[in-house]
């Protein structure tokens, strides 16, 4: 499928608005043709573009909030070795996203290659999609916020004993921490780049100190072979079932790696950048993951205790570290979370403005405006925000509420992935690919991504706890089927006939003429 290049005078027109940058040129250019007009500023360089992507994989945020989880659902051999074993399929997921985000560099990014790369029924492919992107993403900023939430609990409890933790309390202080993101994002957008910066060498900076703390500190350490041992306390009797559950960590800890490619629009020579964004987070995650991960393994000393905890990455820190140590090392914590949740709603804010851009979202007109003052879509970050929240009320009856919004980010974000790469796949040869591709790899590469998003998808959707009881049961299914329902309502009574895929809004010159200088 070949994409249409700008004509000569628009390329003369558009270098000399720009003061002739080459980078700024061949961004624009292909923006332009692709049929759309440059309404957002590039100020993402190479280095920020991973940094979104590998501070909403965020390694301190999704080892510590699952760790609990994967203990009892297969313990430290599937904590570690699942880890592995994830990281390389995540990896081969994002190798043929970052093929197909360099063909088609837009905010719309998942929907928008859908659309573009489906032979026939175009549109029903793209809404999809779309839709999946969508309520994915707002799982994991729901996700995010609640994770955040239970850990600033948790140092509210070494802080001051007497306070005692609720789920209503989770709920309330997850809500807090959204809307105060969701601020940011409306108020301070320059802030906010600068924090996906930090964020790195936050996260970076407290890898090191986290891992050395839990290597040095503690005076015993569990043997080599623990790594081995096995646990199933999930309530179910299959201990490969239970096990299997217990990938969720590391499936859970590598999502939100579309956000380089939802910042397209926004980064500077994108077609490259933005798929080494992608592939660059989760190699770069997988490596310092692991390293956590074996730490805090080896680190845990009474692992029924630990493992029955209300948080046991807590527990660990505690044992090995002491309070002092553990409530400073908590911190670290939290602000991983809180960069996470902040990198998640700016990348779902992205999502939700090209969606609306090509009318595809109820309210399209709103949710695509954008700031003058700011040049962000400010509507779009609030629909981001009531919909996390709204996510996130099951909580206040759910035992289980967190896990379920895990699973909601997790299938809803893979299956979102797993439909342009299929479509990818079947268009063969006559893929377009652009500057940054797999070559002769690209085919099976991707057929062992599908094989795998197929694979946990199902896994995910599935109970995670027994008995099942109205507080154990994953509503993730039903999050999603709701989601599906609407939209595959709403497709069959009105937008089949006026949805037809991303929307072209003229010739290369004529989009050109429509940019915001």
């Known amino acids: 499928m070949s994409r249409r290049m700008p004509a000569p005078r628009a390329r003369a027109r558009h270098g000399a608005r720009r003061g002739g940058d080459p980078s700024a040129l061949d961004d624009d250019a292909t923006l332009h043709a692709m049929g759309y007009p ?21 390694i301190i945020s999704g080892i510590f909030s699952g760790f609990g989880f994967g203990l009892n659902a297969g313990g430290p051999s599937i904590l570690v070795f699942g880890w592995i074993g994830v990281s390389v399929m995540v990896l081969f997921v994002g190798a043929s996203m970052a093929e197909v985000a360099s063909a088609y560099p837009t905010s719309g990014a998942l929907y928008f290659s859908a659309g573009k790369l489906a032979r026939r029924h175009k549109g029903a492919w793209s809404w999809y999609t779309g839709w999946l992107n969508f309520v994915g993403q707002v799982g994991g900023t729901a996700a995010t916020g609640y994770a955040a939430a239970t850990f600033v609990q948790a140092f509210l409890t070494l802080q001051w004993p ?17 809307v105060v993101q969701g601020l940011a994002n409306t108020y301070t957008v320059h802030l906010v780049a600068v924090l996906n910066r930090i964020s790195v060498w936050w996260l970076l900076i407290g890898l090191v100190v986290i891992v050395g703390a839990l ?83 080896y680190a845990v000393r009474d692992y029924d205790r630990v493992a029955a905890a209300d948080a046991p990455p807590v527990q660990i820190l505690i044992d090995g570290l002491g309070v002092g140590t553990a409530k400073a090392l908590l911190l670290v914590v939290i602000g991983a979370m809180l960069f996470c949740g902040l990198a998640n ?132 299914p039903l999050a999603l089927a709701g989601v599906l329902a609407v939209a595959t309502l709403w497709w069959f009574t009105s937008a089949r006939r006026r949805f037809h895929g991303p929307v072209g809004y003229g010739r290369p010159d004529e989009v050109a003429a429509m940019d915001l200088v």
């Not at 309404?39 to 965020?58: E, G, M, P, Y």
């Not at 007497?162 to 959204?178: D, F, M, W």
């Not at 239970?242 to 999502?255: K, P």
Request: net charge positive; proline share 5%; glycine share 8%.
């Open 162 to 178: 007497s306070y005692e933790p609720t789920g209503h309390r989770t709920v309330l202080i997850t809500a807090l921490i959204i």
């Open 38 to 58: 440059r309404k957002l500023t590039r100020r993402f360089q190479a280095f920020d573009n991973f940094a979104i992507s590998f501070t909403v994989i965020n």
């Open 215 to 297: 290597t040095v500190i503690p005076d015993q350490h569990q043997p080599a072979s623990f790594v081995t041992y096995f646990a199933n306390n999930t309530g179910f009797t299959s201990g490969l079932y239970g096990g299997m559950l217990g990938l969720l960590v590391a499936s859970w800890t590598f999502t939100g790696f579309d956000a380089s490619f939802h910042m397209s629009e926004e980064t500077v020579r994108a077609t490259v950048n933005a798929p080494r964004g992608i592939t660059r987070a989760i190699a770069c995650s997988a490596i310092a993951g692991l390293l956590l991960m074996l730490a805090l393994v």
């Open 345 to 476: 709603l700016t990348s779902n804010t992205r999502q939700i403005f090209a969606f609306s851009r090509d009318g595809a979202m109820p309210g399209s007109r709103w949710w695509h405006s954008v700031s003058a003052r700011t040049r962000t879509p400010v509507k779009a970050v609030w629909l981001a925000v009531g919909c996390s929240l709204v996510l996130v009320l099951p909580g206040w009856w759910s035992r289980t509420a967190f896990t379920a919004l895990v699973s909601v980010n997790v299938v809803g974000l893979f299956l979102a992935y797993g439909l342009p790469i299929l479509l990818r796949l079947r268009l063969g040869d006559d893929f377009a690919h652009g500057p940054w591709h797999l070559g002769r790899w690209g085919r099976p590469v991707g057929i062992v991504a599908v094989a795998w998003i197929v694979f946990s998808s199902v896994l995910f959707m599935l109970p995670h706890a027994a008995p099942l009881t109205v507080t154990s049961f994953n509503y993730a």
